[in-house]
């Protein structure tokens, strides 16, 4: 399905982003520069729609990534010339676009600045208080970064978005137990995301291989790792984040599985028997092998996944084959 201007493009793949920032001629010249507020305008020309500004919003940010300053330009002048320089969304665009514009650590200095300033006016403005998090970030000023989160999830503590900023930071950090506890709390409020169940499971699973991991803690990493994973297969039947890391986790319990069915009996934790484990691997197997099968022929219905995950997929049952071969030789 191609890249639609009515949908976010934060998540496209760079070909996709390009594809969209290249509608940029022909949706500037097409679409008004400008919009009556008058109540009365609607008598005389088209009437306006919220649509027009979801493309604009979403042409500025496609243009920003794919390094057309000018087009992205035009766009925030449009934003800016229907909703005011002091709208808070618009606030955050204008700092966007400057920091696409900086050169260097200095210039980037000054746009933070001019975030801190906005907010000592105005401390509930959020996102002025999520553009100066992302710049934090992007300048490698990590801690700082954390602790802006912090204090905006103790005044939006519902805001799922800045909890799973939160987890990644964490996690870059190294810091598992923190990314777990702020990733669940993403789940508290999104209950049904199978990808956000998925990427739970793929943090438990860095935290139960991580050095230093052993015991109890391994095991419990690794057993709520497989819930997370069949959660997320169990919400989407396709999804193949969550079958790729179902298949990651079972292989590595059945290798272990006397060592581990030994260490919980002494620790009082329950892990699934072998059989449970089994099924849920051939399970994955199965359905890996069948969206890389569709997928690659670009059968209708399967080409939404991405190229890089297909090819790590066939690579993981590839190398699961070879393991295979090797143990009934």
């Known amino acids: 399905m191609a890249p639609s201007l009515l949908h976010p493009p934060s998540q496209l793949s760079p070909a996709a982003a390009l594809q969209l920032s290249q509608q940029a001629p022909a949706v500037l010249q097409n679409s008004p520069s400008t919009v009556s507020k008058s109540p009365f305008s ?30 992205a330009k035009q766009c925030l002048e449009r934003l800016v010339a229907r909703f005011g320089d002091g709208n808070e969304r618009i606030m955050a665009f204008k700092g966007l676009v400057k920091e696409a514009d900086a050169q260097h ?56 978005e800045a909890w799973s900023e939160l987890a990644d930071l964490y996690l870059s950090q ?46 419990k990493y690794m057993a709520e790792a497989l819930k997370r994973f069949s959660r997320s297969i169990e919400l989407c039947d396709d999804y193949l984040r969550g079958y790729y890391g179902l298949k990651l986790v079972t292989t590595k319990l059945l290798k272990e599985s006397a060592k ?13 028997d072998t059989n449970t484990i089994e099924r849920l691997n051939e399970l994955a197997t199965a ?27 066939r690579e993981l049952l590839s190398e699961d084959s070879s393991a295979a071969s090797r143990i009934e030789r």
Request: hydrophobic share 45%.
């Open 42 to 71: 609607a008598l005389f020309s088209a009437s306006e729609t919220p649509e027009l500004w979801i493309k604009y919003e979403n042409l500025l940010l496609s243009c920003l990534r794919t390094g057309d300053e000018l087009a």
């Open 105 to 160: 650590n200095g210039e980037l200095e000054t746009v933070l600045k001019e975030y801190e300033q906005i907010l000592r006016d105005n401390d509930t403005n959020i996102p002025i208080t999520k553009r100066r998090i992302a710049l934090l970030r992007s300048m490698g000023r990590v801690p700082d970064a954390v602790s802006a989160l912090v204090q905006l999830l103790d005044f939006s503590p519902t805001d799922a």
């Open 174 to 219: 190294g810091m598992y137990p923190q990314a777990i506890y702020a990733m669940e709390e993403v789940l508290i409020l999104a209950p049904n995301a199978w990808s956000v169940h998925a990427r739970l499971g793929e943090i438990l699973l860095m935290a139960a291989t991580a050095p230093g991991a052993a015991g109890a803690s391994y095991q």
């Open 260 to 272: 581990l069915a030994k260490q919980a009996e002494e620790d009082g934790l329950v892990l699934p």
């Open 287 to 313: 359905k890996l092998s069948e969206i890389i099968r569709h997928s690659t022929a670009q059968d209708r219905g399967w080409r939404g996944y991405d190229q890089g995950e297909v090819a790590v997929a």
